[in-house]
């Protein structure tokens, strides 16, 4: 794969793996792009195809949506440092490849499970299924922008890796202010509670 497919590759893996590995096993088949021999295999097409619809349906829940991306936290900077590492048209070192792709899905990954507990925090389920599908079609625009010009997606990529980086310090903070406050208030219910119980 050219360098930018790979970064491409390597950082939409932080949000949707499956779909990923898929995607890149169907281009490499039709030798849209150069994709190692293991993904385009149709066994692990298929397995992607079915995990990626099953992601898709669980990302849009609340609540289990988190319970997912906890699951997949080392899951997706090591296929994301896998997938860098699939480059040919560069003078990095495999290491060096590995490491990069391990830090672009888990900047995408951090950014994508700081949103979710943010938004999970509403009651409401349209916005979770909003995120959802605006995640989807982050993901599908850079690897079609990954495939179809790999030079312009390199520059994409670093920009999408540092507004991760920003979105997820950002909404830490405000999930750890968030918190903070629900306990605060849990504790003044509970006294609360307990004097007008008192004698």
């Known amino acids: 794969m050219d360098i930018g497919t ?20 169907v281009a490499g088949r039709f030798e849209w792009v150069e994709t190692p021999s293991f993904i385009e295999q149709w066994w692990v097409i298929a397995g992607a195809v079915v995990l990626f619809l099953v992601e898709f349906a669980i990302d849009k829940i609340a609540l289990v949506d988190s319970v997912w991306d906890g699951v997949h936290t080392f899951i997706r900077p090591a296929v994301g440092g896998y997938l860098m590492t699939t480059a040919v048209d560069t003078s990095w070192s495999v290491p060096a490849l590995a490491v990069s792709g391990v830090l672009l899905a888990l900047s995408s990954h951090s950014a994508k499970a700081s949103t979710r507990l943010a938004v999970n925090s509403s009651p409401e389920p349209a916005s979770n299924v909003a995120v959802s599908a605006g995640e989807d079609g982050l993901v599908a625009a850079v690897m079609a922008l990954a495939i179809a010009r790999p030079e312009l997606a390199a ?30 208030g849990a504790g003044t219910t509970r006294r609360g509670g307990r004097s007008r119980h008192a004698p």
């Open 6 to 25: 790979a970064m491409g590759a390597g950082w939409s893996s932080g949000i949707s793996m499956y779909g990923v590995v898929a995607l890149l096993g």
């Open 155 to 184: 520059i994409v990529v670093v920009l999408l890796t540092v507004a991760s980086l920003v979105v997820t310090v950002v909404l830490y903070r405000v999930a750890r202010r968030l918190g903070r406050k629900l306990r605060s």
